[in-house]
């Protein structure tokens, strides 16, 4: 696959060389993000950077590849998250390129990689994952200002482990010690490298900022249908199939007002009919539903609502609320101020008609300009979204 184009609200971006593009700020933004995705060799990506600003929408064709591009991206959070290899990828072989030939041991597999931003700089993490003849992370490398501050590789594939080197900068340069082939070596330096000297403090640092910008990521993919039944009362935790939408109302409407009020205004403007409200309604059997008060004394249960109504509002609820209230596991140790929550929605568009799309596009524009909110999307026809402002559109090529 060609390296995209890039095209955004002021300024534009550099596809090549893969850097994001600028948005001046008064100081230095130390939130942890993710600001560049790298398919080194990744299905049908070869040799592809993508630029990923507040707002990024990837837009192309069926099999241009932009929905593996939003996989990848998925693969690297869950790996950053601790997830062992076989629970991030459930059929790695479908992750090699096509054609790509076996070595001399009959190994194939394929590199993906990412840069995150924050208070250490970019940070870059590239990763070398081994599918065939059995999954295993077989390299992995870990950069800051040039210097290699971790890096892992195979050196014997009759053990389950990888040799690993990190910077020490004391009175050995570096530290080697084995590490589990099915896990992202960065995300266990936290737990093995003591920080007694500059330079493991600076592994330490990078690793923690690469760490948490991955870890801050919520998939997000509503399902119309399960939204319109009513749900048992839970945790009060979206899921990212916004199935139990209802009872994360009661959370939302009562945690923050000022939330749900701007919530209720995009709503005002998204469905059909005038919307004064959205509350959540317990029921006798212990369920509870979602209703739309209209302001006149009726009141409209989801059920009677649109596919497109009802993703409009689940993304909307998404992009107007906070890791605390997403089903993901947040690192919970890093202050809110320190951290992005990237929003990864697939087919964003999809059943929305122009006002809706253009709103929530809006919308996630507005929350990307505070910086606690990212968003990741994918579209076939992103010519609606070309001349946003602050919106990075990145145009793949089948």
């Not at 993000?33 to 837009?59: C, D, K, N, Q, Y």
């Not at 199939?241 to 749900?260: F, K, P, S, Y």
């Not at 006149?296 to 209230?325: K, S």
Request: some cysteine; charged content about 20%.
């Amino acid at each position: 696959m060609a390296v995209p184009s890039v095209s955004a609200g002021p300024p534009a971006a550099d596809a090549s060389a893969g850097t994001a593009p600028a948005h001046p700020r008064s100081c230095l933004d130390v939130r942890a993000r993710i600001t560049e995705l790298r398919l080194s060799a990744f299905a049908g990506h070869r040799r592809a950077a993508f630029p990923l600003g507040p707002v990024t929408v990837f837009a192309g064709p069926s099999g241009s590849g932009k929905t593996t591009a939003l996989m990848a991206y998925e693969a690297l959070a869950r790996l950053g998250g601790g997830a062992p290899l076989a629970e991030v990828f459930a059929d790695p072989r479908a992750c090699v390129p096509q054609r790509a030939r076996p070595d001399a041991g009959g190994r194939r597999g394929f590199r993906i990689g990412c840069t995150a931003d924050g208070a250490e700089g970019p940070v870059r993490l590239d990763v070398a994952v081994q599918a065939e003849p059995e999954p295993r992370i077989v390299g992995e490398r870990l950069t800051a200002q040039g210097v290699v501050l971790l890096e892992t590789a195979l050196r014997d594939p009759g053990r389950r482990t990888v040799q690993a080197a990190w910077h020490t900068a004391g009175t050995a340069p570096v530290t080697r010690a084995p590490l589990p082939d099915d896990r992202l070596g960065t995300a266990l330096l936290p737990l093995r490298v003591a920080g007694k000297t500059d330079g493991q403090r600076r592994v330490l640092a990078a690793a923690e900022q690469m760490v948490v910008a991955l870890r801050s990521v919520f998939p997000c993919d509503p399902h119309p249908a399960y939204m319109r039944v009513p749900v048992p009362s839970g945790s009060g935790r979206l899921l990212r199939g916004c199935d139990n939408l209802a009872d994360v109302l009661w959370r939302t409407r009562a945690e923050c007002a000022r939330r749900h009020g701007l919530l209720v205004e995009a709503l005002d403007v998204g469905c059909a009919g005038p919307v004064a409200d959205l509350v959540a309604e317990p029921l006798p059997d212990g369920t509870v539903r979602a209703v739309l008060d209209r302001g006149d004394g009726f009141r409209t249960e989801l059920a009677r609502l649109g596919d497109g109504e009802l993703r409009y509002l689940a993304l909307a609820l998404v992009l107007l609320t906070g890791p605390g209230v997403l089903d993901l596991d947040a690192p919970g140790e890093v202050p809110d101020a320190l951290r992005s929550l990237t929003v990864l929605a697939d087919g964003f568009d999809r059943g929305l008609d122009p006002a809706q799309r253009g709103e929530l596009l809006g919308l996630a524009a507005r929350m990307g300009r505070r910086g606690h909110i990212r968003c990741v999307t994918a579209v076939s026809d992103a010519s609606w979204a070309a001349q946003a402002p602050d919106v990075t559109v990145v145009h793949m090529n089948a």
